[in-house]
């Protein structure tokens, strides 16, 4: 079993729009694994859900993916422990704020402040858990960019503690962060109309720009199930899921008590 590494992140807020995640240098005890280049298998089918940014060209509208020039790997970001604090069944409307069909920015951000039965705060614990800015310990379910999207590496990472499950969930990250990198600039979110622009910019990025990044996670993906090791699908990828039932399973995976 691999040795978790440290964490030093930093993600933060502008406005109400989730922007930016910042890291820093892996640290000594990261696995020294093969770096990811992109090299695995291109011939994977997976369920529309897998990856939330996957899910085909989409139409870039105003804004499309830009040049890759200056693109690097950022550092992977380990996640954290799971929490065990989630005593009811939060993640279901956690998932409809956050990527639902009525999803809205001011909705997912403020969850822990309005996301409970009542329209008021949950349970100050869970809500900690849920809070993408909480990453003294390590990125939950959630994951901050210029959109939310769930902690799919994270999942892998913490599902499969073997050097292979590390490697799959650097894989993963890399897409993100290559999609993240390509529209960020030209699809800047301030907005309901600007988070769907730049949501058909992310997945134009990963057919496009980033093809070769979305290629590798999916074929590190396709492998994690097809070995059914592990819980990776039914934490991870739950068969037939929508990706608010996988965004609701993975929160249930970190979160729940």
């Known amino acids: 079993m691999r040795k978790r590494i440290g964490v030093c992140a930093a993600i933060s807020c502008v406005g109400s729009a989730i922007v930016g995640l910042a890291s820093c240098e892996n640290e000594p005890n990261a696995p020294s694994g093969p770096k990811f280049d992109g090299s695995l298998s291109p011939d994977v089918s997976l369920p529309d859900a897998t990856l939330p940014f996957d899910a085909g060209p989409g139409d870039a509208g105003a804004c499309a993916p830009g040049s890759l020039t200056g693109f690097t790997v950022p550092p992977y970001v380990s996640a954290r422990e799971q929490m065990f604090v989630c005593y009811n069944a939060e993640w279901n409307p956690l998932a409809e704020a956050c990527v639902g069909d009525a999803s809205t920015l001011s909705a997912c951000a403020n969850f822990g402040t309005t996301g409970g039965e009542d329209g008021g705060p949950i349970d100050p614990d869970c809500a900690s858990c849920f809070d993408p800015n909480n990453v003294d310990a390590g990125v939950g379910p959630l994951v901050n960019g210029s959109v939310v999207m769930p902690n799919i590496a994270g999942c892998v ?18 897409s993100a962060a290559c999609v993240e990198y390509a529209c960020k600039p030209s699809c800047p979110v301030t907005d309901e109309s600007s988070r769907q622009a730049y949501l058909a910019c992310a997945k134009a990025a990963a057919v496009g720009v980033c ?47």
């Open 157 to 174: 990472e913490t599902a499969d503690p073997t050097d292979a499950g590390f490697d799959c969930a650097r894989a993963i990250a890399a």
């Open 211 to 257: 093809a070769t990044y979305t290629t590798a996670a999916n074929a590190c993906i396709s492998t994690e199930i097809e070995a059914e090791n592990h819980g990776i699908t039914s934490f991870c990828f739950p068969p037939d899921a929508s990706t608010v039932e996988q965004f609701a399973q993975i929160a249930r995976y970190f979160c729940l008590s």
